[in-house]
């Protein structure tokens, strides 16, 4: 059994600051690809950002310049710091990756996801 955990979210300004957390725990293996995904009310799950094993990252044109994905792969941890926020960043944050569990091989899994508003 794996899993992961977002933490961080939460109400900032615009303009403001935020570092989201994901930690993946269980009978892993190795990580390949971790993500962010975001979904706002009324629309479709949309890719923030996703790094793979090797370091490469890729971020939605909406959030270059302004956003950092990052892991620690000795902790199994991802990291998303949203600087610069706005309001149209408002969603719930979700985590993914794709995981090679000790036992039965690769599972693509997902967090439970995590509230960022960005309001004034």
């Known amino acids: 059994q794996v899993q992961l955990v977002e933490s961080g979210g939460g109400l900032v300004q615009p303009g403001g600051s935020l570092r989201l957390s994901c930690a993946a725990s269980?009978?892993?293996?190795?990580?390949?690809?971790m993500g962010w995904y975001r979904q706002a009310p009324g629309k479709q799950r949309e890719l923030v950002a996703v790094?793979?094993?090797?370091?490469?990252?890729n971020y939605a044109d909406s959030v270059k310049g302004r956003f950092t994905i990052s892991r620690d792969n000795a902790k199994n941890t991802m990291y998303l710091q949203m600087n610069s926020l706005k309001p149209e960043d408002t969603a719930v944050y979700y985590c993914?990756?794709?995981?090679?569990?000790?036992?039965?091989?690769?599972?693509?899994?997902w967090g439970q996801g995590t509230q960022v508003t960005v309001s004034s």
């Open positions: 993914n990756a794709l995981i090679h569990r000790v036992v039965d091989g690769w599972m693509n899994v």
């Open positions: 269980g009978s892993i293996f190795s990580i390949n690809t």
């Open positions: 790094t793979i094993s090797g370091g490469i990252a």
